[in-house]
């Protein structure tokens, strides 16, 4: 980079104007210095800036006459912006506006302290922010300062038995989370707390969990997938872990960000169902240029709205169907869900099972099982998915799937080209074809769930993940239509 700046005059002008022309000199010397040394880390915004201001400045000074033999110094320096502009991709999406004064001096960014808060508050750096606005790392530091933010200011005061109160809570009905997901549950609660903190408090409240999770790391390696945007790719799927007591887990994540479009849990596996939640889905964050699935005969509402819609069609080929095991992005949260809820469930009613105490044939059992574990099991797929979303992502330097979908968003990509994806990518044990969930007679549920209205709070507070309050409900059930038959 120095070899690009040769400033060859002879110093005859008068001294003010060779105290300028060394300033320069310094200047760009000092610049070639910090990107030698901090390479990809340097922000080429900023340097393209500074470079910039130099040619304006001698170019003013050369047209005035205040300075001469200044025409290889200029050549120069438009060789350096040239070369900066090759390597200068800015930012294709959001770009705040110039804000006019008819002052003196080049126009200001107009970036309010909303928009700085707001991706403060999701946890963007400073860097990170300079880049979605397309300026500069100065200017979000000195607009910052003018607001009075700091990183440093929005993190949590928040005393230490607190902080332990709230994740043994939250360890309690998650046993199996590490650092990630106790952090970005604490993240979609509103509190930003330093990672060293979370370790120290997750050693006092779970040392067993915390020394095993230690000993179960593995390195993963990754293979290719890229989607170019958020909303270019759903995948949706459904989940069988619990099949055997009748529940189905509906899922729908983003390809590129990997934020959670929608995580229910049902009592069937009926299209309905499936589409029932593609639509809460949709309405809230819109409709996704392409949706990608099995072949399971659930999806087939999903594809009809899809091919039918009017924005999307047949010809633009907005639904895509596979094999379950090439759905990459699903089947890799199925893991996730598995270890944080489905797996407590799983060996709760698996014991139930196998003492006796719950009957999967039995069509009351399952009437009451439904009634007491959906709504548990809802919950916590939805807390699951709160911290989901601000969790950091190895593969993403850092970055929560809600970072990746605020910054695709900014970015706003105008063309979607195809989803590359490796087609021999992670395999699970599930296969294709629809599932088929027996479902209870309509009229005996009706009247168990109208008899259990009143009586049984789902939702109470329980230590075992419902198992105490199924019990109770199977027994003043069982009691009840004993006594009536």
């Not at 983003?254 to 849990?265: E, T």
């Not at 599930?430 to 008899?451: C, H, M, R, S, Y």
Request: proline letters at 5%; aromatic letters at 10%; glycine letters at 6%.
């Amino acid at each position: 980079m120095t070899t690009f700046m040769s400033f060859q005059c002879s110093f005859d002008e008068e001294p003010l104007c060779r105290e300028l022309l060394e300033f320069i000199f310094r200047e760009s010397q000092q610049l070639c210095d910090q990107l030698e040394s901090q390479g990809s880390v340097m922000d080429l915004d900023f340097l393209y800036s500074r470079y910039e201001e130099f040619h304006r400045i001698l170019l003013i000074c050369a047209d005035r006459g205040l300075l001469q033999d200044v025409d290889n110094i200029i050549e120069n320096l438009q060789k350096v912006l040239q070369l900066l502009n090759a390597h200068y991709e800015p930012s294709l999406g959001f770009r705040p506006s110039l804000l006019m004064t008819g002052n003196r001096g080049r126009p200001s960014w107009e970036i309010s302290s909303e928009q700085l808060q707001y991706l403060l508050d999701f946890h963007f750096t400073v860097r990170e922010i300079a880049r979605l606005f397309g300026v500069s790392y100065r200017t979000i530091r000195r607009r910052m300062s003018e607001y009075g933010l700091s990183v440093r200011m929005s993190y949590s005061d928040l005393p230490d038995p607190d902080l332990r109160e709230i994740i043994s809570h939250f360890i309690g009905q998650f046993p199996n989370s590490g650092i990630k997901t106790v952090s970005g549950y604490l993240n979609s609660i509103g509190l930003r707390i330093q990672r060293s903190r979370i370790m120290e408090t997750l050693r006092l409240v779970d040392p067993v969990g915390t020394f095993f999770r230690g000993l179960s790391i593995n390195i993963i390696p990754r293979r290719v997938y890229s989607v170019p945007a958020p909303m270019a790719l759903w995948h949706i799927d459904g989940n069988h872990k619990l099949i055997r007591w009748r529940i189905v887990i509906h899922g729908g994540i983003d390809g590129y960000s990997r934020k959670i479009m929608y995580l229910q849990a049902a009592d069937n596996n009926r299209a309905s169902t499936v589409f029932s939640a593609f639509l809460e889905a949709i309405q809230q964050f819109g409709v996704p240029t392409r949706v990608r699935s099995d072949k399971g005969g659930e999806n087939v509402e999903v594809a009809r709205f899809m091919l039918e819609h009017p924005l999307r069609g047949p010809e633009r080929r907005p639904f895509i169907t596979g094999r379950s095991v090439h759905n990459q992005r699903i089947e890799r949260l199925w893991r996730d869900v598995w270890r944080a809820v489905t797996v407590n469930y799983y060996h709760a009613l698996q014991h139930l099972v196998h003492t006796n105490a719950l009957n999967p044939d039995n069509e009351l059992d399952m009437i009451c099982l439904h009634y007491v574990m959906l709504p548990r099991i809802n919950r916590h797929l939805m807390l699951f998915k709160q911290a989901w979303d601000r969790h950091s992502l190895s593969t993403e330097q850092g970055r929560s799937p809600q970072q990746l979908w605020i910054e695709g968003q900014l970015r706003n990509s105008t063309t979607i080209s195809e989803p590359v994806i490796d087609w021999e990518g992670p395999t699970p044990t599930d296969t294709d074809g629809t599932v088929n969930v027996p479902e209870a007679p309509l009229l005996l549920k009706d009247i168990v769930l109208q008899f259990l209205q009143g009586r049984i709070v789902p939702l109470g507070d329980s230590t075992c993940f419902g198992v105490d309050i199924l019990l109770q409900t199977l027994q003043i059930v069982r009691e009840h239509f004993d006594t009536s038959s």
